[in-house]
């Protein structure tokens, strides 16, 4: 791989993304594919496996410090989580509880459960979700990155928001449901998944940036997102009742204000943008200055 | 036909009382332990960002008000929320929101136990149930990531050769003893509903022994060596 | 799913293992493969190991794998690929940055 010639995250494969987000040539895999380590329930079912079972997992250093870090390969499986991968990621966090590195980070891209192994994928993010309270009630502060060109969708996503901070990108996504379930399951009336901005308008970085579902948004180049993944180290978010009562009000004025509204376009239109139809092209500075003006910082 | 009343007649024969708002249910129950919190859902409820928020800010006001008192989760839902509102709104914020104060009663004493009562399904599960340090269901639970002949859809696998796959293996199928096989669940409540409840109340259990349950009973031989594998690397 | 073992060589009786560290190169994927290279005492020869997705190619994979096999002569090597249906022009990307990869690993 040629590594000069990617000058983002969006299409890169796990492998790269690592190179390019931690210090050069500073990363140890753990479970390394020559380990061969993967999945026996893709086999009963007759499919390829890969000897990472698409997360690769590692220690490394970022400018200088030790960090631990995870990034899930998009292109297997949909970066779905299986029971070795979860476990893969459920371990690194554990680890992270003992080993207290300077941060964890957490290159997230993938469509949830893997369905191909179900009931164990679903209980493999329970325990990665155990793991990273773990890690956090240490004091260790884990970074999720969404900048992948699968999103970051189902469990998954609801672990991200259990991470310290959610960094992402405008490419990048977050939710809960994917556009194509709650189509398949509700009509194209409720979710139209074809429907490329109207996906990017409800789940994607910008607007979660805005309404702090992100709360840090960058520029999809490696300088950029390094220098923004640096800026939340050494700021673990506690875990304490004072701060839970304040997520907890800040997520009860969002229902407040914007509980009626049909559209993105509304919400940030009641946050004070003038013209929120341009919002989705505006560049990646012009909007972060808008963005700043108007959302809530924590 | 399980209700949440009946479900608790035979969990809590001490006595208990809910209170319903909307499809979330609270209130309290007696037990030989002393007494618990009860918090939940009704109606299959999808959980989306009201409900989350509101089920987080009873969580929040046990804590603040009942210090170290356990809190017992009554699960029936089907899931997050299938709404393109919910999603505009965040529902990953709320739900992570929701299992954040679930932890934070955890690390502040207080034990929590959850019992799947009717249907347990996918985000919602996650957030309201598989957070407990030990959790239960009854033995006609249904708990699952989607219904079969969605997955069979999606995976472009035929219905019959999932079922045939469930039949040999606890990974597909939505009973609650594949939850217990993959050692997600501490038992299947039948019969007697309040002993096991009563005896995990009085062993509170920290850490997360679900990959090791896994491993023991058969149902995932390879998460758990897997996390030691990790932990233990040298790097 | 198929899976076969070729074997070429030996190229040197010669040759010396070297501690050479294993590389991957691709991803597994609908039209995309993995090539793991790992070093292996062989006695000079090349080793594949190949599980495919798609069935009924084994000819044209021997083909391939055996030009290549002539072509690199990586003494004491395994080869082994897990395969999601890549096209021959896939495939010999891969290889060719595996082969690339090798050689410049100590």
Known sequence: MRLENISGLYESSARERISLILDAATF????PPFKRISSPHLKTLGMPIAFDDGIVIGVGLFEGKKVFCAAQEPGFMGGSVGEVHGAKLTGLLERAAIEKPAAVILILDTGGVRLHEANAGLIAISEIQRALFKARSMGVVVIALSAGSNGVYGGIGIVARCCDYVLIT???????????????????????????????????????YLQNEAQAYTKDSIKNIRATIAAYFGKPVPLSLEELLRQHKSLGQRLEKFSDCADALD???????????????LDDESFITIANRVRDHD | MTNVNSACEQLFPLGFNLVTSGEMIYGEAKTSKGVVALLGTINSAPIGVDLAFALAGKVLEIIQNYPQRPIIILVDTQGQNLSRRDELLGNAGYLAHLSMCFELARMRGHTLISIVYKEAVSGGYLALGMIADRSFALDSAQIRVMALSAMSRIMQISLERLEELCASSPIFGPGASNYVALGALDAVLANDLSSPIEQALSQ?????????LGLERGGRKLAFEVINLVINAHV | M?????????????????????????????????????????????????????????KTWQAVLADFAEQERFANTIITINDGGATPAVVQ??????????????
Do not use: C
């Open chain 1, 28 to 31: 140890q895999e753990i479970l």
């Open chain 1, 170 to 208: 405008e490419q990048g996504r977050l939710s809960v449901s994917g556009p194509e379930v709650i189509e398949s399951q509700k009509g194209v009336e409720e979710f139209d998944a074809r429907d490329k901005a109207l996906v990017w308008r409800t789940m994607g970085g910008k607007h979660r």
């Open chain 1, 267 to 281: 919400i940030w239109t009641k946050m004070g943008i003038q013209n929120p139809d341009q919002i989705p092209s």
């Open chain 2, 204 to 212: 509170s259990e920290q850490l997360d022994q679900r990959a090791k």
């Open chain 3, 2 to 58: 198929e899976t076969f073992e070729f074997k070429f060589g030996p190229w040197s009786k010669q040759s010396k293992l070297s501690n050479k560290k294993p590389i991957i190169v691709g991803v597994v994927g609908s039209g995309n493969l993995e090539v793991l290279v790992e070093e292996v005492d062989l006695n000079g020869g090349t080793k594949f190991y190949l599980e495919t997705s798609i069935d009924g190619f084994e």
């Open chain 3, 93 to 106: 990307l891969r290889l060719a940055q595996a082969a690339q990869q090798w050689k410049e690993t100590p």
